[in-house]
T-cell receptor
């Protein structure tokens, strides 16, 4: 089945530093990748939609300069949290759609970011 | 903005009981998915319903899509402790495979032995 590999699974960083999260589609071409943020015991909040070879589309209220998204190839999309602060601590998840999954979406395993 | 109202938000039951989770919206969705998520992991797709009035069964789980494709329900029969987790409904708009998903608020299910 379709697999999206997300790394790292956990990361702790100091305030002011930047963190890069990678999502790779292993056996399908991810033309579109979605990036979500999730707080404990809450649902997923869409942050942005990244399309291969073009600029990402950000949801209202999400800072473009804060959350840099790159989708340079059909198998790799990255989210960089720049100048991270403790309030950026969260669970970040990527997902993409594979037609084989009958319009379902395959999610990465998530990245737990803790900013200290 | 399309919203999916999912209820209940929390559900705590004993093993063997039945339960139903609801997702309602004023918007029409081209398809609706149900996911289950374990702590620290990404959501895992359980089912996709596409046709209004559709009913799908997955062992003890029964999924329904409303006739007007605005609402859906998940019914679990004889719940087991392994059913514990966060259940999410998500509606997709648009006719392509790459349309955005709108998620419900989620239902945290706890099944006690």
């Amino acid at each position: 089945g379709a697999v999206v590999s997300q790394h790292p699974s956990r990361v702790i960083c100091k305030s002011g530093t930047s963190v890069k999260i990678e999502c790779r589609s292993l056996d399908f071409q991810a033309t579109t990748m979605f990036w979500y943020r999730q707080f404990p015991k809450q649902s997923l909040m869409l942050m942005a939609t990244s399309n291969e070879g073009s600029k990402a589309t950000y949801e209202q209220g999400v800072e473009k300069d804060k959350f840099l998204i790159n989708h340079a190839s059909l198998t790799l999309s990255t989210l960089t949290v720049t100048s991270a602060h403790p309030e950026d601590s969260s669970f970040y998840i990527c997902s993409s759609s594979d037609r084989r999954a009958n319009y379902g979406y395959t999610f990465g395993s998530g990245t737990r970011l803790t900013v200290v | 903005t399309q919203l999916l109202e999912q209820s209940p938000q929390f559900l705590s039951i004993q093993e063997g009981e039945n339960l139903t989770v609801y997702c309602n919206s004023s918007s029409v969705f081209s398809s609706l998915q149900w996911y289950r998520q374990e702590p620290g992991e990404g959501p895992v797709l359980l089912v996709t319903v596409v046709t209004g009035g559709e009913v799908k069964k997955l062992k003890r789980l029964t999924f329904q899509f409303g006739d007007a494709r605005k609402d859906s329900s998940l019914h679990i029969t004889a719940a087991q402790t392994g059913d514990t987790g966060l259940y999410l409904c998500a509606g997709r708009t648009g006719g392509t495979s790459y349309g955005k998903l709108t998620f419900g608020q989620g239902t945290i299910l706890t099944v006690h032995p």
